[in-house]
């Protein structure tokens, strides 16, 4: 792969910066898009054009100068539009094939909202704006388990009449795509699962499982697809049933990211499918909390720069 991962720097004042230094002292390459004055003290890191390899020694920087300094669990409205610029032009690096993939360190929303005016509810949705995609997909995964919430961050209030037909079906469509082309399985198999506990058991919990998600499983299996459903959610994560699928499309946010994350909340990665170019992201917030305390867990980020890796090298074959 000739063009390098590009990492995102996300919020300078979160764990964005100290996870990529440790990143690459774990033997990652990448360039990392950001300001070096945000990187930990001490770091040993050399600039880079453009396109340019990583290559190894020194912390591969493609510098992007930010208003202001970074102060560790404290974000400052003068540096948001900065996060903002750095993700616009991580997009135009892949768009154009000076980067092979994107993945992104963490931002944090109510941040770039007040610094920034950030009209996104996050990563994703912006991502989506920038490349012009009408609709993407949020998968989580790990070595164990993906899961894909069908509907995402709104109130659990909100859902029923969010999950609709043509969401469902638009997110398994787009889940099944992305599987083939970037992970490379020809025929992906397909947990749906139900809305209410025990898939509304026969109407008695609730009918939408029966008026509308069964026929449309239903149907997307006569079209050849390898997909079951909906299924109980509270038997669909146990590891006898998760050998039975590569991808649970689950009804909600909590539904689908509460299993992932207690098997294995350190290395889960965020993906998004759909785009026209890789993007991942460790699947953590930027941890205000110990920013600057030196010890942040980088296991979810080298998880991510090595799943858009082998995403990208997919679609190359």
């Known amino acids: 792969m000739s063009a390098p991962i590009v990492l995102t720097c996300?919020?300078?004042?979160?764990?964005?910066?100290?996870?990529?230094?440790?990143?690459?002292?774990?033997?990652?390459r990448f360039v990392w898009l950001g300001d070096p004055r945000h990187l930990p003290a001490g770091t040993?890191?050399?600039?880079?054009?453009?396109?340019?390899?990583?290559?190894?020694?020194?912390?591969?920087?493609?510098?992007?100068?930010?208003?202001?300094?970074?102060?560790?669990?404290?974000?400052?409205?003068?540096?948001?539009?900065?996060?903002?610029?750095?993700?616009?032009?991580?997009?135009?690096?892949?768009?154009?094939?000076?980067?092979?993939?994107?993945?992104?360190?963490?931002?944090?929303?109510?941040?770039?909202?007040?610094?920034?005016?950030?009209?996104?509810?996050?990563?994703?949705?912006?991502?989506?704006?920038?490349?012009?995609?009408?609709?993407?997909?949020?998968?989580?995964?790990?070595?164990?388990?993906?899961?894909?919430?069908?509907?995402?961050?709104?109130?659990?209030?909100?859902?029923?009449?969010?999950?609709?037909?043509?969401?469902?079906?638009?997110t398994i469509r787009i889940t099944h795509a992305g599987l083939r082309r970037d992970f490379g399985i020809v025929a992906p198999r397909i947990a749906v699962a139900g809305l209410n506990p025990h898939a509304g058991e026969g109407g008695a919990m609730g009918r939408e499982e029966l008026d509308w998600m069964a026929p449309l499983v239903a149907r997307l299996a006569a079209e050849g697809m390898s997909i079951r459903g909906p299924l109980p959610a509270d038997t669909m994560f146990h590891a006898a049933a998760r050998r039975g699928y590569d991808v649970a499309v689950c009804a909600y946010h909590d539904q689908a990211l509460v299993p992932i994350k207690t098997i294995d909340f350190a290395g889960g990665v965020n993906v998004t499918l759909g785009l026209p170019f890789v993007r991942t992201s460790p699947d953590h917030g930027t941890a205000y909390d110990i920013a600057g305390r030196g010890v942040a867990d980088p296991s979810s980020l080298i998880a991510a720069l090595q799943m858009a890796r082998d995403m990208a090298a997919a679609r190359g074959r």
């Open 44 to 170: 040993d890191w050399r600039a880079v054009d453009e396109g340019e390899a990583s290559g190894d020694g020194a912390l591969a920087v493609l510098r992007h100068d930010f208003a202001a300094p970074a102060l560790p669990g404290q974000p400052d409205a003068a540096n948001a539009a900065g996060v903002i610029a750095v993700i616009e032009r991580a997009v135009r690096l892949v768009q154009s094939g000076k980067a092979a993939a994107i993945c992104t360190a963490p931002i944090h929303k109510k941040a770039l909202k007040d610094g920034a005016g950030f009209a996104f509810p996050g990563h994703t949705e912006f991502l989506a704006h920038l490349a012009g995609v009408e609709r993407v997909v949020m998968m989580l995964a790990c070595p164990e388990l993906r899961v894909v919430p069908a509907t995402i961050h709104i109130a659990l209030s909100e859902v029923p009449k969010a999950l609709t037909p043509d969401v469902l079906e638009a």
């Open 10 to 28: 996300g919020d300078p004042s979160g764990i964005g910066p100290e996870i990529a230094a440790k990143a690459w002292a774990a033997g990652e």
